[in-house]
């Protein structure tokens, strides 16, 4: 058992940063991944970024590379999504996901991953 819990969201205005944060809890020696993922209003949950266990590794989609950063903290069991230059199409709901599985899976796949938690709101106003 995950458990995850998002924070840090909320309205910030065109061009500003927010930093998003997903606590987890329980069985977190098992995470192979950890992965944040969106949707907006209407639309498919997109994937975001995500970051190996031991932090060597990530991944970005294009659509935020080079204006979102993701890291962890393993002493905090904790990760973050630091987002600057934040745009319109950027207000979604933003979910934490852990992947425990064993073997290799998809790091952008939603499929890859078994623990969500509630979701974080990010509004930016134009």
């Known amino acids: 058992q995950v458990q995850l819990v998002e924070s840090g969201g909320g309205l910030v205005q065109t061009g500003g940063s927010l930093r998003l944060s997903c606590a987890a809890s329980?069985?977190?020696?098992?995470?192979?991944?950890m992965a944040w993922f969106r949707q907006a209003a209407g639309k498919e949950r997109e994937f975001v970024a995500a970051?190996?266990?031991?932090?060597?590794?990530?991944y970005y989609t294009d659509f935020v590379k080079g204006r979102f950063t993701i890291s962890s903290d393993n002493a905090k069991n904790t990760v973050y999504l630091q987002m600057n230059s934040l745009k319109p199409e950027d207000t979604a709901v933003y979910y934490c996901?852990?992947?425990?599985?064993?073997?290799?899976?998809?790091?952008?796949?939603?499929?890859?991953?078994?623990?969500w938690g509630q979701g974080t709101q990010v509004t930016v106003s134009s």
């Open positions: 329980g069985r977190t020696f098992s995470t192979n991944r």
């Open positions: 996901a852990a992947d425990t599985k064993p073997g290799v899976s998809a790091a952008r796949a939603m499929g890859s991953y078994d623990y």
């Open positions: 970051i190996s266990r031991s932090g060597g590794v990530t």
